[in-house]
């Protein structure tokens, strides 16, 4: 044998210690921040003794039940609202010869990549009380209904999360085999009774997966109820205002409030898994169903209604691209179109410009290089330590990015331990928030390399760590990627989590865009969310252009 | 008991776009015949069989059940039993609503169906089974499911689309076997349809050949093998010699290099083959009558357990192949050696050229 003996050890050691590392950095960067928040939810404010008191607080006090319903009532409206948009473009696009399926699932992805507060703002420039569609119905003497409360939240994260339902439920519909409606219809089904006994329930695990992740962003989400809910409160910007009137103190009832929100997002998934079950359907790619044709009156509904709807979800990007260009006299537009917002971006926040990027960077190198390896200890050396890793690296699905945020500023305040206040923090809470993502998309790509592929190398003499570095690897680079851009695209459009961690140093576009919408400075918070918008495009073109599975690595 | 049906396909003809991929297709099967559509991929075979379950519109042409008409019924209203290749049991249903779903849809009363799914279950040995969803089963037990749910409904014709090609070889001969006792017992008209000439011969009262759209032969088992109409089913179904027949003689031709009496339609005829089975060909055996005795070399031999393929290369005439009884003396035969082959001249069968050219009488 030509393998030095003390390779064999040492291999099996490379990826214990890989996996060891990789439970250290998540104990450090999200168990200890998030035990934090629980532990100091139990603790009173002044004597720092145990107590129940502020759950009590927040379980019986009106505000904070308001609160809580309130957070219920935008996650099932965003969830049904992004349901009924979803899952009809679905089946139209899925089962008929729609023309420009690609464009639909384009400006989807475009519309699921774009921040939710820069939907939630640019609804207010279209139907808040000045915007245009105000004013031009106000004209005929009628009185739109307000935009901002409750429905207009719902109605933002409605076009705003609906590719996920959309994406999810296409890619699931065209994976059914076929026979298993023409069997219905064998036995007796109309296209009708087939839909709901046949195709529904077999989509449903997806549609199902899509729902959830629309509840469980809809919850979490900080900028759209800031921005349009006017006095509406959920619990994540009761949380964020909590916290910051609490600073200086403890901040024990941000943290109760936190984990409501811990507590209720993980109820919706593990409702979710128990309804979903052990239905997991593996999808034939054999004899797989090719759309029907589209004629006359019903061709026309149909198309109008998938354009209809991706027109809507992509409004706000057009409407923020629109307004970047008109010129502006300090916060007011003067008319006519100009670049002044640019170049007032460019001469009063450039550095905020450089921080967003610098910061994605480098949190996206970070979640790429450890994903890889994360990815490969999950996928490939089962043992109940990587299971372990594997369900920790659910956690930051369900926490909210104020959650984190929180659990940070807990966390590194101390010793060596300070990082409050700098650039560290912002990339550490944009690594670990987006690290399960990026282990997800290398994961899925490792897990259709069979390992015999990498067995071949070992028995032709490579080492196995040269065997995965010559030979998985490659083969993951456009799952990699993918991943990557993914990264990068939350990334620089990440709000609820930096909001609480910036200073005048450390700001983000994001950031600044929250504060100018709040300011009415619109010219730059356009010129500044195009920027975002365009960087977000150019990553999902590079996805879309080296991407296997296209629009379905978005979701 | 089903009652059961003849099935008259008349004039049905399908194109997609130029392609025409059913030629005024004419068959009458009768009732409870085990009727067995056979050809290789993009014959039609599985187009007809689509075409008779509803899920293709014909272009032409009529579906008689009995006497019913059900050329223009949807596929929901046809009445017909059909099993999937790929079993098509619905995954979110368990066994036992997955047999009922069809009398569900009939809307047989709950205890009838109760019954009737448990005996039917019983039938096809998956009783035990009728509680577990379809990811629990294995692709036999799946397909005994398939069968199941498309009998139940007692349908007056039974239609199975290669239902046993996605089993492993031992699994397809237990199936096959279950589910031809299962058509006799029910006394079933049932439309088969597979690629495999030996599941087509070993299974059906009647095989129809089909190829390139058109039906090329209707018969036995026995008649397809042993009286090819002509040259496709005599290539398709078992293994054949083609052998191209030498200058013509007084009364006959001449077949790898020697004279054999042949039949006179043959004689002087552009593009003729000549056809031999392998099993025919005696391989260093003294002749039992006229016909070719020729030596050859030996190129190839492969033993099989219950037979000897052997490859013998004829100078001038290419290779022959022969298939014999394991002999131990054979089987110790080299590479190289010099063989000596035979086959007598009523063991040749002879076609017209072309593809399809008709078998000369």
């Known amino acids: 044998m030509s393998t030095a003996p003390g390779m064999r050890c040492l291999v099996p050691d490379f990826w214990s210690g890989i996996l060891l590392a990789s439970l250290a950095l998540i104990g450090l960067l999200l168990v200890w921040p998030i035990a934090q928040v629980m532990v100091l939810g139990f ?55 729609v023309t420009g399926r690609n464009v639909i699932a384009t400006l989807a992805v475009l519309a699921l990549v774009s921040p939710p507060f820069i939907g939630a703002y640019s609804w207010v420039i279209v139907a808040g009380n000045n915007g245009w569609l105000t004013q031009f119905v106000r004209s005929f003497g009628i009185a739109m209904p307000t935009i901002y409360g409750i429905h207009g939240i719902i109605l933002v994260f409605s076009l705003k999360f609906f590719p996920f339902v959309y994406l999810m439920t296409e890619s699931a519909l065209r994976n059914i085999n076929r026979s298993f409606e023409e069997a219905a219809e064998n036995l007796g089904c109309s296209p009708t009774e087939r839909f709901f006994k046949i195709t529904l329930p077999l989509v449903f695990p997806a549609i199902s997966s899509g729902a959830i992740l629309c509840f469980v962003l809809s919850i979490a989400d900080f900028g759209t109820p800031s921005i349009i809910g006017r006095d509406f409160r959920t619990l994540s ?115 905020v410009i450089a921080n967003t990027f610098r910061f994605a960077l480098i949190a996206t190198v970070l979640i790429t290089l450890a994903g890889g390896l994360i990815s490969y200890v999950v996928v490939r050396r089962e043992t109940p330590l990587s299971g372990l890793l594997d369900s920790v690296l659910m956690v930051p699905y369900v926490v909210p990015g104020v959650v984190m945020a929180i659990g940070f500023l ?146 | 008991m089903p009652t059961t049906s003849q099935v008259r396909i008349k004039n049905i003809r399908k194109s997609y776009g130029s392609h025409v991929a059913l030629k005024d297709i004419d068959l009458d099967i009768p009732a409870g015949a085990f009727f067995t559509l056979l050809g290789p991929s993009g ?25 019913q008409s059900i050329g223009q019924l949807s596929a929901s209203k046809r009445n017909v039993g059909m099993v999937f290749q790929d079993y098509a049991v619905f995954p979110h249903l368990s066994v036992f609503d997955n047999v009922a779903f069809g009398l569900v849809q009939r809307k047989v009363a ?75 017992e029910f006394g079933i008209t049932t439309i088969y349809v597979t690629h495999d000439q030996e599941e087509a011969l070993s299974i059906s009262d009647q095989v129809c050949v089909m190829y390139d759209g058109v039906v090329q032969q209707v018969g036995s088992p026995w008649d397809i093998y042993h009286r090819p109409l002509n040259r496709f089913v005599a290539s398709f179904v078992g293994a054949n010699n083609f052998l191209l027949p030498g200058a013509a003689h007084a009364d006959g031709v001449h077949l790898l290099g020697q004279p054999v009496p042949a039949p006179s339609a043959v004689r ?86 072309g593809d399809t050219g008709r078998r000369l009488p």
């Open chain 1, 237 to 351: 910007t009761i949380a964020y205002n909590q916290y910051t009137s609490e600073m200086g103190g403890q901040p024990t009832m941000a943290v109760s409030i936190s984990m409501m929100m811990i507590v209720v997002s993980m109820l919706a998934v593990v409702l979710q898994r128990y309804m979903i079950g052990k239905r997991r359907y593996a999808g034939a790619l054999t004899n797989l169903a090719t759309p029907a044709a589209l004629r006359g009156a019903f061709g026309v509904l149909v198309h109008t209604l998938c354009y209809a709807i991706v027109a809507l979800a992509t409004l706000p990007i057009a409407v923020v691209i629109y307004t970047s260009f008109l010129q502006t006299n300090g916060p007011v537009f003067s008319g006519g179109f100009g670049l002044n917002s640019y170049s007032r971006v460019i001469q009063e926040v450039p550095d």
């Open chain 2, 110 to 184: 709950p205890e009838q169906v109760r019954q009737r799914v448990h005996e039917m279950l019983r039938t096809v040995q998956l009783d035990e089974l009728a509680g577990r969803l379809p990811h629990q089963l294995s692709g036999g037990q799946q397909q005994r499911v398939g069968l199941a749910r498309a009998m139940v409904i007692r349908p007056k014709v039974l239609l199975m689309d290669e239902p046993l090609s996605n089993l492993d070889a031992k699994l397809r001969v237990d199936l096959r076997r279950d589910i031809r006792q299962l058509q006799q």
């Open chain 2, 268 to 353: 002087g005829q552009a593009g003729v083959s000549a056809a031999v089975r392998p099993e025919k060909v005696a391989v260093n055996q003294p002749p039992r009558g006229p016909g070719v005795q020729v030596q050859g070399v030996l190129r190839h031999a492969m033993f099989t357990g219950r037979e000897l393929q052997l490859s013998v290369e004829v100078a001038g005439h290419g290779t022959v192949e022969a298939l014999t009884a394991p002999d131990e003396a054979m089987v110790g035969l080299r590479n190289g050696q010099t063989v000596q082959l035979g086959i007598l001249a009523a063991d040749v069968l002879y076609f017209a050229a």
């Open chain 1, 43 to 97: 603790m009173d404010a002044e004597t720092q003794q145990f107590t129940l008191a502020n759950y009590t607080k927040v379980l019986t006090h009106r505000y904070y039940i308001g609160a809580l319903l309130n957070t219920l009532i935008v996650g099932v409206g965003g969830m049904v609202g992004a349901c009924l948009l979803g899952i009809p473009l679905a089946y139209f696009t899925a089962r008929y010869a």
């Open chain 1, 410 to 555: 807990l966390t590194f305040n101390k010793g060596a331990f300070d990082l409050v206040g700098t650039g560290s923090i912002i990339v550490l809470i944009l690594f670990i928030r987006r690290l399960p993502y990026g282990v997800r998309a290398t994961s899925s790509v490792l897990r259709q390399i069979k390992p015999s592929i990498e067995e071949a190398a070992i028995s032709l003499g490579a080492s196995p760590v040269k065997a995965f570095w010559k030979v998985t690897v490659p083969l993951m680079v456009p799952g990699i990627i993918a991943g990557a851009m993914m990264s990068f695209i939350t990334a620089i459009n990440e709000l609820s989590s930096t909001l609480l961690l910036y200073t005048a140093r450390t700001a983000t576009m994001p950031v600044r865009i929250y504060s100018a919408v709040l300011d009415g400075e619109f010219g730059i918070a356009a010129a500044l969310s195009t920027i975002l918008l365009v960087s977000s495009g150019l990553c999902v073109y590079v996805v879309l252009r080296f991407s296997q599975s296209k629009e379905s690595a978005f979701v």
């Open chain 2, 43 to 67: 014959c039609g075979k599985t187009t007809l069989l689509r075409a008779i379950a509803g899920f293709h519109q014909q272009d032409a042409g009529d579906i008689l059940v009995g006497e």
